[in-house]
C-alpha cells in the first residue's frame, strides 16, 4: 500500500516522501497514529500545499541541526554514578541521565527521544553514544562514566 508520511519514520522515511508498506502496517499503525495518509491524488495535492511551507520552516531547523551537530561530534560528557570496586553500577545510566549532561556541560537541549544507545549503561568508563539530527544523520560522542 502506498503512503505518504507526514512524519519522519526513522528507517522508513522522512516527511513528504511517499513509501510502499503492508496494508496491516499502514492502516492499524502509520495511518491510525497520524504518522501517514493513503497516497490519493486529493491527498497527495493538498499535502503538497502543507509541506512547501514546512519546508521553508525546516531551513531554520536545519541550521539548528548543523550547529547541534558541530557542537556534539566527538566530544565527551561526564556522568557521575555510584559504582562497586569493580566499576559495576549500582543502577545505570539512561537516556535521562546523559541528556542533562549535555545540557549541563554545553547548554544544548536534546530530547530523550534523539538519543540512541543499545541498553543503559551499567558499567564504568567511556562509551559511545549517538543522537539523531535528522531522518538519516546520527552523530557520534563519548559518554565518560566516573564512580561518587
Do not use: C, W
Amino acid at each position: 500500500m502506498k503512503v505518504v508520511l507526514s512524519k519522519n519514520i526513522p528507517k522508513l522515511g522522512g516527511a513528504g516522501d511517499m513509501v510502499d508498506v503492508a496494508p496491516g502496517y499502514a492502516r492499524n499503525f502509520l495511518i491510525s497514529k497520524g504518522f501517514a495518509f493513503e497516497a490519493t491524488s486529493k491527498n497527495i495535492s493538498d499535502a503538497l500545499a502543507k509541506f512547501e511551507s514546512a519546508k521553508k520552516a525546516s531551513s531554520k531547523s536545519q541550521l539548528k541541526k548543523a550547529k547541534i551537530k558541530n557542537l556534539l561530534e566527538g566530544i565527551s560528557v561526564s556522568v557521575v554514578s555510584k559504582s562497586n570496586k569493580k566499576g559495576h553500577l549500582f543502577g545505570s545510566v539512561g537516556k535521562e541521565e546523559i541528556s542533562k549532561s549535555i545540557f549541563d556541560s554545553k547548554k544544548i537541549l536534546v530530547d530523550i527521544k534523539d538519543i540512541e544507545i543499545e541498553h543503559n549503561i551499567k558499567t564504568t568508563g567511556r562509551h559511545e553514544i549517538g543522537i539523531r539530527v535528522g531522518v538519516d544523520e546520527l552523530v557520534k560522542f563519548f559518554v565518560d562514566v566516573k564512580n561518587n
